[in-house]
């Protein structure tokens, strides 16, 4: 999806693997924690995949980052 020439699924993965490696976890760890396959989580880092609301409040709560900044740095970047 492309609002205003903003590509959010790549920008989202950019950001998700930049918060990842700071909380220096793997790939396979990050997903075991939020709960889905290792695969599907490297295809989101890289915007292949899209991710429901759930797994993103997961991912929030996992990175001690508020669902409000996550969007809103998505929107920034």
Do not use: H
């Amino acid at each position: 999806m492309k609002v205003k020439g903003i590509a959010y699924k790549r920008e989202l993965g950019k950001y998700l693997r930049e918060a990842r490696k700071d909380a220096e976890l793997s790939q396979e760890a990050f997903a075991d924690k939020i709960g889905i396959n290792r695969t599907y989580y490297g295809n989101l880092e890289r915007g292949e995949n899209s991710i429901s609301i759930d797994k993103l409040q997961k991912i929030s709560k996992v990175l001690n980052i508020p669902l409000s900044e996550l969007f809103g740095r998505v929107e920034r970047l």
